[in-house]
């Protein structure tokens, strides 16, 4: 298998020179290790031995640039043994620029139950410049963002950043982990106390798009920027859909709680008391359904990488068979579409 390291400078990539590159086995009998490592050449080329690797795993592989580490795409070997990696792209750091953009938060909040009323939130973070926004100092977040103060049990959920870098104090969720160019997604997950009357989504910055998920039907939304988009089911519930775009910094968003009576769900009632990454991990796949629904592509492999690595984490708190079917179908649909496509007859 061989690859390349290439380092983008205006639009342009240059090749990085000198790098050791690791390459990890992510699903199979060596998942979670580090199977090789290669240093790249002058042309900012690698190669790893056939020998090393098994055909029926999934693998990806990571470089260091500037002190932060970057991934590339999972893959499987093919049979035959040749195999290039789609290239490592590495960039600079600064800790002054480029912005980090909120592109997307949506909201989810479930009915309530006897220990509160769960709510997910999912921020989409985007960074459009060429260098990986880093933190200046131990006091200065890449970014920052506005949670309600009423959260009890914060929880961050699966994200492509480090948990172990975002926080979450007083009403404030912050980020000290590198953003690289693109796209990164933080899920959040919190209760609020049952007997609330109101629950105010704080926006402390212009937001391109805002949804407001909403499943208790004795509940309303006060916020005249965004429109009943639809209805949506999501493991079995029906969610009322608010939405809009280009939401500004200050908007009115206020969920209101309605009192009486109300039917309960046994589906919602069975999922709720799950650990949280459970919930993370069905929001997180609506919101790749809604992103997808436009274009009829096939299964992407990071995604369902990611939907293996979040199902294994749940494992405890699922029926045995059902984990195994899951994940099953699951490593089916990754390994179809990683696959090479058939040639035309």
Known sequence: MTGRVVRMVGGDSTAVVGRWVVLHAVVGPMAGAAIDSQRTDRAGRYAFGQALV??????????????????????APPPSGVEMVPPLVVYDTSATGPPIVVAERHVLVRRPESDGRRVVELFVLVNRGERTRVAADSFSPVWRGAVTPLAREFEIGMSDLGTDAIEYRADTLTVFAPIPPGERQILVGYLLPSNLDSMAVIVDQPVERLSVLLEDSLASLDAPALALRGVEELDGSTLRRYGAESIERGAQVTVRFGTG?????????????LA?????????????????????????PAALAADIAALDAARTTMDEETYRARRAELKARLSAALAPPSAPH
């Not at 055909?55 to 893959?75: I, K, M, N």
């Not at 009576?261 to 008391?273: E, L, M, N, T």
Request: charged share 20%.
């Open 54 to 75: 098994d055909t029926s795993a999934l693998y990806l592989t990571s470089v260091e640039h500037q002190d932060v580490a970057y991934f590339g795409e999972p893959f």
């Open 276 to 300: 949280a990454v459970v919930l993370f991990g069905v929001f997180a796949v609506w919101w790749r359904r809604t992103r997808m629904s436009a274009a009829p592509v096939g299964d992407d």
């Open 261 to 273: 009576r109300r039917a309960r769900s046994p589906v919602v009632w069975i999922v709720i008391p």
